[in-house]
């Protein structure tokens, strides 16, 4: 945990403070003075002297008293000499506001390192280093050299890029948007999002954390961590750089599919956290969160004195999925007599433009108790006898205590500015068009859904890590093979619980022939055996439905030809004679190792069209069964595997336990880079899944 000294000091010292305006040093001590800082402020400057009515100090050794949390504004090698001096200070927190680490390259890598080196030997954490600094609204404390201070809040912003800091810091002071705690992160030579998120998640000054981040660097924690914070309070993120992480060769379908992107969206989903597509989405989701109760359910009421507003607000929960509150024969009966026969009681409901403040009072007044509303969102357009601060006043009082979650969204700007500032005074957020509004709504109802289990209520198996498993990936490394094809890799799968169909290896056409015998299933399927070969089907490497021993002592031959002819360099083992099970739907399941979340699991679609469909959906392993279930489910044709125009329901239960099964492996077996089974046929319920080929990459373990 951070020292409480980060945001609480008795007192600071600024090593670097400038008499000059114009430098960083002149800002931070400025901050810290101007805001009001309660503790003394030491300034440290060799010249000596006075700022701001505070004397300066010559050096650290001569600060009279001792110092709670160092800032330090002077080149990279004066604060390695700095941190040491000011630690037998008593220092415990430090901020490192100074470029010229990492970021430059060179010899910049190696000072942060030796940063982060005399910080640990010292006992202390350090923020930064090339950053802004760090804000404390509820503790005067402003030891940044921003342009400003916001106003007290219970919004806290963290992020990596300073400049969009002073932005987001330049929008709250504008926009009087309370917050409380910014901080800059930085380099992250040693304080990371994950301990902000872990301190931000016991600070009663906080109701919503918000984040921009370029990087995570141990994914692994970032998850576990965030998983307990969403548990207790939202937390909202902008991710930059939506890229894969790097161009390689991959040799699976989950590799070509999966990237750094799809590995953060997926670690965010499961640790609660709420991804806003841009600054935009993340400053109403930050509103929404502060101002008012997560919406205990998904149902929208819209209130509205014009029709245009409301459809486009309607339009927009429909397209989100946020279903419409049915305003019920008891509802109407109650709210006819408020309003005038012309208003359309539907929902929207349209009070139509002659409305005033006392319409919208009565309107909301009956809507407090309803029991069909969950969530209501008032739209004002301003005409001729609307009364928009009435109005405001009217919305933020109604619905008071009612456990309801209100929203508004008073369009226009010199007729409204003054009911915007009653109804933001009164907790009540406004957007600018309603569509904004119901996106900020729908980000409240998914965090609702998103917010992780209780970690109690799902054990961890014990380990397994099955011998055999163990001695045929151990083998192929030492022989150094790095991809194994389905004669190697089904033991692998077969130690975890899947089941094959049954299958013999063949290297001539009469051993094909002996092989079809032997399985005695009237009908088999004849695949290339070949680790150099991924689509079979691409290099003419599979036939089906053969019946007899010319058509596998044939089909032996025109495989292997085929081969050849279209994949000249690849080595042919022979052939895998298999039973061939009919029936099911194909799928496919996947693992890529992602460098900073590690195993991503996929789940889609099987089949040769696999990345042409898309269909697929990702999440971080160890998978709990709920995260299982919800990545079969939310696959575009997830209607195909339920009764389908009287078609029979897929085992739905057999995928979810393969994911589970994937899931353990991949933990339990960092040398396996990438994994592919495709197809997986899943036969009708209570029939199971049968893995019909698969393939890895492995290596070294992580």
Not at 141 to 159: C, E, M, Q, V
Not at 624 to 636: C, L
Request: glycine share 12%; net charge neutral.
């Amino acid at each position: 945990m951070l020292p409480e000294e980060f945001w609480n000091p008795r007192s600071i010292a600024v090593v670097g403070a400038s008499r000059n305006p114009e430098k960083v040093g002149f800002g931070v001590f400025s901050n810290l003075v101007r805001t009001g800082f309660r503790g003394p402020v030491y300034g440290v400057n060799p010249s000596g002297g006075e700022l701001l009515g505070l004397p300066l100090f010559p050096s650290i050794e001569s600060i009279p008293g001792p110092v709670d949390l160092g800032v330090f504004v002077v080149p990279p090698n004066a604060i390695l000499a700095g941190i040491p001096a000011l630690a037998r200070k008593g220092m415990k927190a430090a901020i490192a506001i100074s470029a010229g680490f990492k970021e430059v390259g060179g010899e910049g890598i190696a000072l942060e390192k030796r940063l982060k080196e005399a910080a640990t030997a010292a006992g202390i954490r350090v923020l930064g280093p090339n950053c802004l600094g760090l804000i404390n609204t509820h503790g005067a404390l402003n030891a940044s050299f921003s342009r400003g201070t916001p106003p007290k809040g219970a919004i806290s912003f963290f992020s990596q890029s300073g400049a969009l800091c002073t932005a987001v810091l330049d929008w709250a002071i504008g926009e009087n948007v309370g917050f409380s705690k910014f901080v800059s992160l930085g380099n992250k030579a040693d304080v990371s999002e994950s301990d902000i998120m872990e301190y931000l998640a016991d600070d009663p000054e906080t109701r919503v954390i918000l984040g921009y981040v370029e990087s995570i660097d141990d994914g692994r924690r970032f998850l576990r961590v965030a998983k307990g914070v969403t548990r207790r309070k939202p937390v909202v993120l902008v991710k930059a750089g939506a890229t894969a992480a790097g161009a390689r060769a991959a040799s699976s379908h989950t590799g070509s599919l999966a990237g750094s992107d799809r590995a953060y969206s997926a670690a965010f989903r499961q640790g609660g956290v709420l991804r806003a597509g841009t600054v935009e989405d993340l400053f109403d989701l930050a509103l929404g969160f502060a101002m008012q109760p997560v919406p205990a359910g998904d149902r929208l009421l819209i209130l509205t004195n014009a029709g245009g507003p409301g459809i486009l607000a309607a339009d927009m929960a429909e397209r989100l999925g946020v279903p419409l509150a049915e305003v019920s024969g008891d509802l109407r009966a109650r709210l006819a007599p408020k309003v005038p026969p012309t208003a359309s009681l539907g929902n929207p409901v349209d009070i139509i433009g002659d409305a005033r403040a006392d319409r919208y009072r009565d309107v909301l007044e009956a809507l407090r108790d309803e029991p069909s509303v969950d969530t209501v969102l008032v739209l004002l357009t301003p005409q001729a006898m609307t009364e928009p601060e009435g109005t405001a006043r009217a919305t933020v009082s109604s619905l008071s205590g009612s456990g309801k979650a209100v929203f508004a969204s008073f369009l226009g700007e010199a007729t409204v500015g003054e009911a915007r500032r009653i109804l933001t005074a009164g907790g009540v957020p406004n957007y600018p068009v309603p569509e904004r509004a119901v996106r900020a709504i729908h980000g409240m109802q998914r965090y609702a859904r998103l917010r992780p289990e209780d970690p109690g209520r799902e054990g961890e198996p014990p380990a397994m890590r099955p011998a055999g498993a163990e001695r045929a990936i151990r083998s192929a490394l030492d022989a150094g093979r790095r991809t194994l094809g389905e004669e190697e890799a089904r033991g692998i799968l077969e130690a975890y619980g899947f089941a094959f169909p049954r299958h013999a290896f063949a290297d001539t056409s009469v051993g094909a022939v002996e092989a079809f015998r032997a399985l005695g299933s009237g009908k088999v399927v004849m695949k290339i055996v070949s680790p150099d070969v991924l689509h079979k089907t691409d290099v003419g490497g599979v036939r089906l439905s053969l019946t007899s021993d010319e058509a596998v002592a044939r089909a032996f031959v025109e495989i292997t030809s085929s081969v050849r002819r279209k994949a000249p360099s690849a080595w042919i083992a022979g052939v895998s004679v298999q039973e061939m099970v009919v029936g099911g739907r194909e799928l496919i399941l996947g693992m890529s190792r992602d460098p900073q979340f590690g195993p991503l699991l996929m789940f889609g679609l099987g089949g040769i069209y696999v990345e042409v469909l898309m269909d697929v959906s990702f999440r971080v392993a160890p998978l709990s069964r709920r995260d299982a279930e919800e990545m079969v489910h939310e696959i575009r044709a997830y209607p195909l595997l339920a009764s389908y125009r009287g078609s029979e329901p897929a085992d739905e239960e057999a995928v979810v336990e393969a994911l589970l099964r994937i899931s353990r492996l991949s933990c339990e077996f960092p040398e396996i880079q990438e994994l592919d089974v495709n197809p997986l046929l899943v036969l009708p319920r209570g029939r199971g899944v049968r893995a019909i080929d698969c393939r890895m990459t492995i290596g070294e373990g992580l």
